[in-house]
């Protein structure tokens, strides 16, 4: 598995979200200032709230600008033997569901790539994962129940 194509399909991926984001922010401002977007009454509020709706879409895509950027800027490393996990991490973990590669990011958490799942250092699996090295045990809480998998692999 290519860490390289993995960051650069990622950030590809963050660019389409990008995409809708700015395209549903516009027309949500467009609707927010359009002639009939005028309230009716003291009591109509479609304007203030397309505002509201619009303003979180730019907030949204101003996050998103900065993953792709931090994205396609995070340092490609290869892991030796021994070295503990760290961003740009590819690892293979192994629980009782069967085994799984994951690839470490700051953003893009919950993204499948050819088979490979993104977990970001903020994730529960991805905090129980740093630091951590090849033949540790780790674990985490998720939905209220412990989940432990042994790392059988870093790369």
């Not at 598995?1 to 995409?19: C, F, P, Q, V």
């Not at 101003?62 to 590819?90: N, V, Y």
């Not at 540790?136 to 042994?150: I, L, P």
Request: hydrophobic share 40%; aromatic share 4%.
């Amino acid at each position: 598995m290519d860490k390289n194509a993995l960051r650069e399909t990622l950030a590809a991926r963050l660019e389409a979200e990008l995409a809708v984001i700015e395209a549903a922010q516009r027309a949500t401002a467009e609707a927010a200032t359009h002639e009939e977007a005028k309230p009716e009454n003291d009591k109509d509020t479609r304007a203030l709230e397309q505002s509201y709706l619009a303003r979180g879409q730019a907030q949204r895509a101003l996050e998103l600008r900065t993953a792709i950027a931090e994205t396609r800027a995070m340092a490609i490393r290869a892991f030796a033997e021994g070295d503990p996990i760290a961003l740009s991490a590819l690892v293979t973990i192994e629980d009782d569901k069967g085994e799984q590669t994951v690839f470490v990011t700051r953003h893009g958490g919950g993204e499948e790539i050819d088979g490979v799942r993104v977990v970001t250092v903020r994730s529960p699996l991805g905090r129980a994962l740093l630091g951590k090295t090849e033949g540790d045990d780790a674990g985490f809480e998720q939905a209220g129940r412990a989940r432990t998998f042994s790392i059988a692999r870093v790369r």
